[in-house]
């Protein structure tokens, strides 16, 4: 098996098994403020257990570049994780199946300007990869007790690179 990944372009329907993209294209789902804002209604399947509540952090990580040396996934068994990005810069968003409770082969996608991305409660995914600064994102996921956080690390790292 190659430990190469080629990034790919993120879309709605190569995400979905994984989670969601969030993003204002096409038509709003509603027209309001008297006319002068689309909402694109509740795009997010958001999920948060285990006595967990939903809270809105600020993220501000340092960029990382590509070739991205990927060496472990995690994933959150009692929420949802969601990033919205606080700029229009592109970001790296690596998810991965399960395969019998371990990750399967990674798949790496480049978000487009203006997209951010909810992972389905206990989606194996990379940690949150920004390609360009600022690396400032809010993050929606699970306030609670207890870790809800398994890790992996690979045996071998995979190497992400350009699509
Ligand atoms: N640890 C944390 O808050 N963030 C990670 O879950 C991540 O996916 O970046
Ligand atoms: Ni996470």
Redesign the pocket.
């Known amino acids: 098996m190659s430990h190469e990944i080629r990034t790919e372009p993120l879309t709605a329907a190569a995400f979905a098994p994984f989670g969601d993209v969030l993003e204002a294209s096409g038509h709003p789902d509603r027209i309001i403020n008297q006319g002068l804002c689309g909402r694109f209604h509740d795009r997010a399947r958001l999920e948060f257990g285990a006595d967990g509540r939903a809270g809105v952090s600020i993220f501000d990580a340092t960029p990382r570049a590509l070739p991205y040396m990927l060496d472990m996934v995690?994933r959150?068994p009692d929420g949802a994780?969601c990033f919205v990005p606080m700029s229009l810069q592109p970001f790296l968003v690596i998810v991965a199946p399960d395969a019998g409770g371990r990750p399967g082969r990674p798949r790496a996608f480049v978000t487009d300007p203006g997209q951010a991305v909810n992972f389905l409660r206990g989606t194996w995914?990379g940690?949150?990869t920004p390609l360009h600064a600022p690396g400032l994102f809010a993050?929606i996921?699970r306030i609670g007790p207890g870790p809800n956080?398994e890790e992996h690390w690979f045996d071998r790292p995979f190497t992400v690179i350009e699509g």
């Open positions: 995690e959150h994780q995914h940690v949150l993050v996921d956080l």
